[in-house]
């Protein structure tokens, strides 16, 4: 059975296909006939004639690219080039009778109602061939071109989600190394942890570029990270506060999303205020789902209505990543901005 596995699929289709159609004969023809080798070898001839023909057939359809027009222009088509067939398969298969003195019986009847009687009778073999063979293909082609709009679209998912991943690298990267210049003379130590802080968020900004989700833990502190470059910059103008539950630090988030909404509460909240303010980051779960908040002093002025580049692309990340499992809020409630990440739980 091994040489089967070496047959293309189209000449095992056509071999089956015509042998059921001898077998028929032949079976047939032992309830109603006297079987002689004449008799095979007309079968055979008439089993060679049907591969040939639809085999060209086939060849035509190809190089016409007949499958590839509307439905209604190829079923069109191929219904006229099947009866062409038919009409060639009869008028060859009449020849053969001839030759070989079959069909006596019907000597009597004229050339055009022997012809359409064959043409009637071998209609039922290239009629239900080309349709069989259209479907195929007709099946093959969609199923082929949904597999290709799925790659396209998971193709376009991972380019949307790489672009929206290569905005958000820090925008503070300058404040961060100005504030890291002042601190070389006056505090050294310190200096250096900051050089280990912005080294930390460099390195996940780039790696994140791969990765679809990380532990909440692993971006909770990139995140400690940011706010601890920060509170170089503020110094007692900004107050972080963190309310983490333990149970949270497990789950997968995707990466620098966090991170995104401390940034948006430094540039558009403690930023804006003389007096600085607070930034408290909240994990828990509520049901089935993981909220994760960063609330910080300040006030919205429009950004729930027309957000910025780092909002957008949180609605967006999250929309590509969960659809409408996930959900984003921003709202302002006694003197706080808060921005709310609402995430399927694992």
Same mark, same amino acid.
């Given at each position: 059975?091994? =040489?089967?596995? #070496? *047959?293309?699929?189209?000449?095992?289709?056509?071999?089956?296909?015509?042998?059921?159609?001898?077998?028929?004969?032949?079976?047939?023809?032992?309830?109603?006939?006297?079987?002689?080798?004449?008799?095979?070898? #007309?079968?055979?001839?008439?089993?060679?004639?049907?591969?040939?023909?639809?085999?060209?057939?086939?060849?035509? *359809?190809?190089?016409?690219?007949?499958?590839?027009?509307?439905?209604?222009?190829?079923?069109?088509?191929?219904?006229?080039? @099947?009866?062409?067939?038919?009409?060639?398969?009869?008028?060859?298969?009449?020849?053969?009778?001839?030759?070989?003195?079959?069909?006596?019986?019907?000597?009597?009847?004229?050339?055009?109602? +022997?012809?359409?009687?064959?043409?009637?009778?071998? @209609?039922?073999?290239?009629?239900?061939?080309?349709?069989?063979?259209?479907?195929?293909?007709?099946?093959?082609?969609?199923?082929?071109?949904?597999?290709?709009?799925?790659?396209?679209? @998971?193709?376009?998912?991972?380019?949307?989600?790489?672009?929206?991943?290569?905005? &958000?690298?820090?925008?503070?990267?300058?404040?961060?190394?100005?504030?890291?210049?002042?601190?070389?003379? %006056?505090?050294?130590?310190?200096?250096?942890?900051?050089?280990?802080?912005?080294?930390? &968020?460099?390195? @996940?900004?780039?790696?994140?570029? /791969?990765?679809?989700?990380?532990?909440? %833990?692993?971006?909770?502190?990139?995140?400690?990270?940011?706010?601890?470059? %920060?509170? *170089? +910059? =503020?110094?007692?103008?900004?107050?972080?506060?963190?309310?983490? !539950?333990? !149970?949270?630090?497990?789950?997968?988030?995707?990466?620098?999303?966090?991170?995104?909404?401390?940034?948006?509460? &430094?540039?558009?909240?403690?930023? +804006?205020?003389?007096?600085?303010?607070?930034?408290?980051?909240? /994990?828990?779960?509520?049901?089935?789902?993981? %909220?994760?908040?960063?609330?910080?002093?300040?006030?919205?002025?429009?950004?729930?209505?027309?957000?910025?580049?780092?909002?957008?692309?949180?609605?967006?990340?999250?929309?590509?990543?969960?659809?409408?499992?996930?959900?984003?809020?921003? /709202?302002?409630?006694?003197?706080?901005?808060?921005?709310?990440? *609402?995430?399927?739980?694992?």
């Amino acid at each position: 059975m091994q =040489f089967l596995k #070496k *047959i293309p699929g189209y000449w095992l289709c056509q071999m089956a296909g015509w042998g059921l159609l001898g077998v028929y004969l032949l079976f047939t023809a032992f309830n109603y006939l006297d079987v002689t080798y004449t008799w095979l070898f #007309k079968v055979l001839i008439q089993i060679f004639l049907g591969i040939m023909l639809t085999h060209l057939l086939r060849l035509v *359809i190809k190089r016409n690219n007949w499958l590839l027009l509307p439905v209604e222009k190829s079923v069109a088509i191929l219904a006229l080039a @099947s009866i062409l067939t038919t009409i060639v398969y009869s008028l060859m298969i009449m020849g053969i009778n001839q030759m070989l003195g079959f069909d006596l019986n019907r000597r009597h009847l004229d050339f055009l109602t +022997r012809l359409l009687s064959n043409v009637l009778n071998h @209609s039922l073999l290239i009629i239900p061939w080309v349709f069989f063979y259209y479907f195929y293909h007709y099946i093959e082609k969609s199923s082929r071109q949904q597999m290709d709009t799925l790659k396209l679209e @998971s193709l376009v998912k991972e380019l949307e989600l790489k672009t929206i991943k290569s905005h &958000i690298n820090p925008h503070f990267i300058f404040n961060a190394l100005n504030s890291i210049r002042a601190l070389i003379d %006056e505090n050294p130590a310190r200096a250096r942890s900051a050089v280990t802080h912005l080294g930390n &968020i460099l390195r @996940s900004s780039m790696q994140s570029e /791969s990765l679809a989700t990380v532990p909440f %833990e692993k971006e909770l502190n990139i995140v400690k990270d940011y706010l601890a470059l %920060e509170h *170089i +910059r =503020f110094e007692d103008r900004l107050t972080v506060e963190y309310h983490i !539950d333990e !149970d949270t630090l497990s789950q997968p988030v995707p990466p620098m999303m966090l991170q995104t909404l401390a940034e948006n509460a &430094i540039k558009h909240g403690i930023g +804006r205020i003389v007096d600085g303010g607070l930034v408290k980051v909240i /994990s828990r779960f509520n049901g089935k789902n993981l %909220e994760l908040t960063v609330q910080n002093t300040g006030k919205l002025n429009g950004q729930a209505n027309s957000p910025g580049f780092g909002l957008s692309s949180t609605y967006s990340r999250l929309n590509l990543l969960f659809g409408d499992k996930a959900n984003f809020e921003i /709202s302002e409630n006694g003197g706080l901005v808060e921005a709310k990440i *609402i995430i399927p739980r694992n």
